[in-house]
């Protein structure tokens, strides 16, 4: 790529940044900043916010305004179980948010195949190329989720940290990034391996890699929504009670063809 079409990226992300830091922070603390740094401050504010905002949002409505509706009146979690996976969350995001960040500096410096506009390559390639994407993700956090479990030096100093929420009592939105900060990566760097080996849109790179802030949050609610092939709470759930099965991360489909599939519908059948 030449430095003209570089630059597009650049632009991008300086946006991004005065977007969110210009509306967010005082300009005297991240104007004076390298890019690279301001990137991951944008990151970091940008990330603690989406989480914040979901995971209460998610809790108000089930736990609050819907009480007793969706979720059993034994089964919300303790204030205390709550503010717990803050703090681990919250010590793990600037770990988080530094993926997204290097991911950017390696676009800017044209060393991944993403592209700046889809008009770059039309809204066929792009739709298509977005679904070999998604794919290899899919694929992918399946098999770091599921070695997480069977390699046990990996469960017991990484992933452990996360299943200690292991009961529907113990679980909520604000779990969702509950993790040891190198599992959380480990989980979310298949989407920038596949800037390496598929076209991709930056922008939408950027997005669905916030969107897992977001996705997490529900999928830790423990309300099953019933949207097949979706892997939503209802699945994960039974990952958290299990441990050894609904691996996949959107969509059943992987765990469906390797074996590890436990349906929420067969549970409930069973209780009854």
């Known amino acids: 790529m030449d430095k003209n079409y570089l630059q597009l990226f650049v632009d991008e992300t300086s946006l ?3 977007m969110v830091l210009g509306t967010l922070l005082p300009a005297k603390i991240w104007e004076p900043l390298p890019h690279f740094f301001q990137t991951w401050l944008r990151n970091y504010t940008a990330g603690s916010l989406v ?14 305004y819907k009480h007793n509706v969706y979720v059993p009146k034994d089964a919300i979690p303790s204030r205390k179980a709550m503010l717990l996976q803050i703090y681990v969350a919250m010590k793990a995001m600037p770990w988080y948010t530094a993926l997204p960040t290097i991911s950017e500096y390696m676009v800017e410096n044209g ?124 699945y994960h759930t039974i990952h958290h009670t299990t441990y050894r099965h609904n691996y996949g991360h959107y969509t059943v489909w992987m765990d469906w063809m390797f074996g590890t599939l436990r349906d929420p519908s067969e549970e409930e059948t069973k209780k009854m």
Not at 51 to 64: A, C, E, G, Q
Not at 157 to 185: E, R, V
């Open 51 to 64: 989480y914040f905002v979901t995971s209460l949002l998610w809790s108000f409505y089930f736990y609050f």
């Open 111 to 234: 060393w991944t195949r993403c592209f700046s506009r889809i008009s770059d390559v039309g809204w066929f390639s792009y739709a298509l190329n977005l679904g070999f994407y998604l794919v290899l993700v899919e694929f992918s956090i399946y098999w770091v989720h599921r070695e997480l479990h069977d390699i046990k030096p990996l469960y017991k100093y990484l992933h452990a940290t996360h299943h200690i929420y292991n009961k529907q009592n113990t679980l909520s939105p604000f779990a969702g990034l509950a993790f040891h900060p190198l599992d959380g990566i480990l989980q979310a760097v298949p989407h920038v391996i596949a800037l390496f080996l598929i076209p991709t849109h930056f922008t939408t790179h950027i997005g669905l890699l916030f969107i897992e802030a977001i996705w997490t949050a529900n999928i830790h609610d423990c309300v099953h929504g019933k949207i097949w092939p979706v892997m939503g709470a209802g």
């Open 16 to 18: 991004s940044n005065r």
